[in-house]
């Protein structure tokens, strides 16, 4: 989403970068002709079960829905962090082969290198 914002030349708006001029300002409605059309851009591509969550805050602009993404998907990698930092350190081989055993640790690894957990 944010490559095809930047594309767009719209990422200021949705970030922030790029507040709202006030309304005796020339490009005034154009910028919110923008932010409404780039805010139907994110609430298009978020999947049903995003959407479900999404809609049940406010949302007046492009920004407030990129603040409200950002805090949904924050808390969920911390809660992913969290469940995977905890299966990997209590990982352990159990019936499993050698070569079995460390693919799935390697696996836990990357996928906390994903989300952000470095080590």
């Known amino acids: 989403m944010i490559i095809f914002l930047k594309g767009q030349k719209m990422l200021g708006i949705v970030d922030g970068s790029m507040p709202c001029p006030e309304p005796s300002h020339p490009q005034y409605y154009t910028w919110i002709q923008c932010d409404d059309i780039a805010l139907d851009w994110i609430t298009a591509t978020l999947s049903s079960s995003v959407l479900e969550t999404f809609l ?36 352990t081989k159990g019936d499993l082969s050698m070569q079995d ?19």
């Open 56 to 91: 049940n805050h406010d949302c007046d602009s492009s920004n407030d829905a990129w603040k409200i993404l950002q805090q949904l998907f924050i808390d969920n990698a911390s809660a992913t962090q969290m469940q995977l930092h905890y299966k990997f350190q209590h990982f």
């Open 101 to 119: 055993y460390l693919q799935q640790l390697h696996s836990i690894y990357r996928s906390l290198i994903e989300v952000g957990e470095g080590f």
